[in-house]
Structure formats: structure tokens, C-alpha cells
């Protein structure tokens, strides 16, 4: 008699193995679900713990489960959406339509706002996920709050947000940054992901998704510190580049469609708890500058929960996941990919033009001072 199945040696047991994991794994998610669930129908509603759900592995599972966490997180009420004013349903074509319109309606109620390249990246993922009702008003929060510095009408305050890339990676390895640095590549490569939230970069819909359950459960600076693990995990890569701005400009703006996105996202988290935005390097007029942005006077975006700040949620899980020794190793893990296929907007696209250039010019004179005090 042939034991090996009966000991875990044969092909029995890879079957079992395999069939054991995916009960495992379906499990964990019922279980996840279940917890969405019961957050969302506590009285109030625990979004401290939609946050965490947010923040770990999966995010938020499905968009059917985003289009009643994602108002939670930016506590928008959905039982009193306003109408949506735009041209009758027989005259559209559909989401191109509903796309422009999201945005003039943004615009036109907030006339503080600018249209800036790159938006509409953003609200055409609102729009495939909840809805144009809905995405309307999540899109209108996030516009005075989340992306408000990247709707001023110059430039400076994204400028000065893009320029805290090179400091978090200086915190982590120091020899990369010294390696761009002497490239001269600036940060140039980067804009699109900051202020698409990577939404334009990214070719696979259900990664995008993912990164947006992270950023809304997060800090407005969250988009950063991921910008900042990605170069950090290409780090073999840009340093076997030439040491010059062209070819690291090269490598970089090519954004791999493989990244490890839970890995990362969990470095994200554990970097922004090791090097928070007000301890990173300041000069004095940096700090001025800091400070006029929307993203350090947050105090205004009251959430439902008193115990939701993103800093505590961050702070509570990467402690819990990583053991003393962990919390500042390096090594980021490697490698997987789909398809997003991107809607041809009228009008609207991501052409980072010559004005945008100027973003770069000083890439090293500021990392913002952000209080931890946000979201009391």
C-alpha cells in the first residue's frame, strides 16, 4: 500500500492543499464582508473600523460594498443627494456625458475650484464605481478637501506637496536619493500619480480601486508616501540606470503594471507612521509655504466618528502587522497584472504640458508641516 497520500507526500494532498487554501481564503472573506457589514449598520456607524477594513489586504472586496463604505469615508450623507441638474438622458452619449457634467456641476457650485489636467481621471472612477448621483457628491467632497491643493490657480501648493517625495526616500535609503539627486531627475515623473491618483498610470481598473479604498481611509498625503515605496522598490533598477536625468526620467515614468500593490501598501502605511509629514526636513520658507496649503488646515473635514483619524487607524494596524525589528527594514517583496481600458474623454486629457514643468524646478526646498491633529 502506497502511502504517500496519507502522509501529505502525493498528489491527494496537493489537491487537499490547494482546495484547504481557497476554503481559507474564502472564509477570510465572508469574515471581512461580515465586518463591513456590521460597521456599517452600527449606530453610529464605526468607520474607524471601514478605515481599517479600507487599509488591509482586499480594501473593500467590491464595488458593491465601495458604494456604501466610500460615502462613510467621506462622510457624505447619501440619504439627501441633490438632484442632478444636466442635459436630458436622451440627449447624452452616454459616460462621456456624465463625466462632464460631474465636473462642470463640481466646478460651477464651487468656483473656487480649477479644472486642472488630470481630474477627470479621478471622477471617471467615482462614476464607474457609484454612479454619476452619487459620484457627484463624493467627487465635490474630495475636491474642497482631498485634491483642494491641486485645484488652487497656480501651481505652488502642488509643487510643494510633489517636493515631499524626495525627503520620505531619503529617510528610507539614503543612496538612491543621493543616486536621483546626482541624476538631476526631479520629480517630474511622478505628478500623474499624485494627482490622478494613480488612476491615469495604472492599466488594470481593480488595482486603481484598491489604491483609492487606501487613500480615502488615509491621509490627503497618503498618494506620496506610495509614490515614494514604488521608487523605493524599483531601487536595483534605478541604480543599475546611467546617472543621468533622461534615462532615470525614462525608467521611472514607466510605472510597472506588476507592483506587489498589498505589500506597498502596507509600506505606505508603515512609512507615514515612521516619518510623518511634520518630521521631515522644513526650512523656514518652507514651512510658510507648508502651511498654506489645504491639506494642513484639514480640521474643517468633520468625520461621523471621533476616533476615525487616519494617523490612529495607520498607527494602530502597522504596530499590530510588524514586530519592533520590521519597522524599519527596507526590503520591499516583488511581483502580477489586467487591463483597465481607458474611456476617451472629449476634450480631456492627461498632457502634462510645459506649465507643469515648473512643478519640479526646486525639488528638494520643501516637505510640508502637517500637524497630526487632523480629522479631530
Avoid at 462622510?75 to 436630458?88: A, E, F, H, K, R
Avoid at 452619487?134 to 478637501?145: D, G, P
Wanted: with cysteine; net charge negative; aromatic share 8%.
Amino acid at each position: 500500500m502506497d502511502l504517500r497520500s496519507a502522509e501529505g507526500d502525493g498528489p491527494t494532498s496537493s489537491r487537499w492543499d490547494g482546495g484547504a487554501e481557497k476554503a481559507d481564503f474564502t472564509a477570510k472573506r465572508k469574515k471581512k464582508v461580515a465586518e463591513i457589514y456590521q460597521a456599517l449598520n452600527s449606530d453610529p456607524t464605526d468607520v474607524a473600523a471601514l478605515r481599517r477594513m479600507a487599509i488591509s489586504e482586499g480594501g473593500l472586496l467590491t464595488d458593491e460594498i465601495r458604494q456604501k463604505v466610500w460615502p462613510k469615508l467621506l462622510n457624505v450623507n447619501t440619504s439627501d443627494l441633490p438632484p442632478i441638474s444636466g442635459m436630458p438622458d436622451e440627449q447624452r452619449e452616454g459616460l462621456q456625458e456624465e463625466l462632464i457634467d460631474i465636473i462642470l456641476l463640481v466646478l460651477e457650485r464651487n468656483p473656487q475650484l480649477h479644472y486642472y489636467q488630470g481630474y477627470h481621471d479621478i471622477v471617471v472612477t467615482f462614476l464607474l464605481v457609484v454612479g454619476e448621483r452619487l459620484a457627484t457628491s463624493l467627487v465635490e467632497k474630495l475636491s474642497t478637501h482631498h485634491l483642494r491643493d491641486f485645484m488652487d490657480p497656480t501651481m505652488d501648493n502642488t509643487k510643494h506637496i510633489l517636493n515631499c517625495l524626495m525627503p520620505i526616500i531619503d529617510q528610507v535609503n539614503p543612496e538612491l536619493h543621493d543616486f536621483m539627486q546626482s541624476a538631476e531627475v526631479g520629480t517630474i515623473f511622478a505628478l500623474s500619480w499624485l494627482i490622478t491618483w494613480f488612476g491615469h498610470v495604472l492599466s488594470d481598473f481593480r488595482h486603481v480601486v484598491r489604491l483609492y479604498d487606501f487613500f480615502l481611509a488615509c491621509h490627503p498625503l497618503m498618494p506620496i508616501y506610495f509614490a515614494a515605496v514604488i521608487v523605493l522598490y524599483r531601487e536595483q533598477e534605478v541604480l543599475d540606470c546611467d546617472c543621468d536625468m533622461a534615462s532615470v526620467h525614462h525608467l521611472l515614468s514607466q510605472i510597472p503594471q506588476d507592483l506587489p500593490y498589498e505589500t506597498l501598501i502596507s509600506r505606505a502605511g508603515d512609512l507615514f507612521v515612521q516619518f510623518p509629514p511634520s518630521k521631515l526636513a522644513l526650512d523656514a520658507a518652507a514651512q510658510q509655504q507648508a502651511e498654506k496649503t489645504a491639506a494642513s488646515t484639514f480640521k474643517d473635514f468633520e468625520l461621523a466618528s471621533a476616533q476615525q483619524r487616519p494617523d490612529t487607524v495607520l498607527r494602530q494596524r502597522f504596530r499590530g502587522l510588524l514586530r519592533p525589528d520590521e519597522r524599519t527594514k527596507d526590503v520591499l517583496t516583488k511581483p502580477r497584472t489586467n487591463h483597465f481600458v481607458k474611456l476617451a474623454v472629449m476634450g480631456l486629457t492627461v498632457a502634462l504640458g510645459a506649465a507643469a514643468l515648473a512643478v519640479v524646478k526646486s525639488a528638494l526646498e520643501w516637505a510640508p508641516k502637517f500637524q497630526l491633529q487632523l480629522f479631530p
